[in-house]
């Protein structure tokens, strides 16, 4: 079992940046695969990002890609989402997420994860 709790989030104008953070409990960290989503009011949960339990191989959603960074720290147990150039598009709760299944990383539906954090309130303003 892990536990993920989720910080970092804010308020931010559009051009600037964030940095998430996902702390999580238990032993077994680097066997999961995580991942970050986010829900805006009135839509569907959505892939940001994802990381493998190595931390060799990422991926992201096209809507980010080339401005997020996901990364992992298996020693502290963390994997982090740096965010730049955010737009208010970006607004959204984002939720750290964890599967025991390395292979969901490519695919990014939020179903084939089981552990799933709180989420964090991000808010770009224009």
């Known amino acids: 079992q892990v536990q993920l709790v989720e910080s970092g989030g804010g308020l931010v104008q559009a051009g600037g940046s964030l940095s998430l953070s996902c702390a999580a409990s238990?032993?077994?960290?680097?066997?999961?695969?995580m991942g970050w989503f986010r829900q805006a009011p009135g839509k569907e949960r959505e892939f940001v990002a994802a990381?493998?339990?190595?931390?060799?191989?990422?991926y992201y959603a096209d809507s980010v890609n080339g401005r997020f960074t996901i990364s992992r720290d298996s020693a502290k147990k963390k994997v982090y989402l740096q965010m730049n150039s955010l737009k208010p598009d970006d607004t959204a709760i984002y939720y750290c997420?964890?599967?025991?299944?390395?292979?969901?990383?490519?695919?990014?539906?939020?179903?084939?994860?089981?552990?799933w954090g709180q989420g964090t309130q991000v808010t770009v303003s224009s």
């Open positions: 990381i493998n339990g190595r931390g060799s191989t990422t």
């Open positions: 238990g032993r077994t960290f680097s066997l999961y695969a």
């Open positions: 997420a964890a599967s025991a299944e390395q292979t969901v990383v490519a695919r990014g539906r939020p179903d084939e994860y089981n552990h």
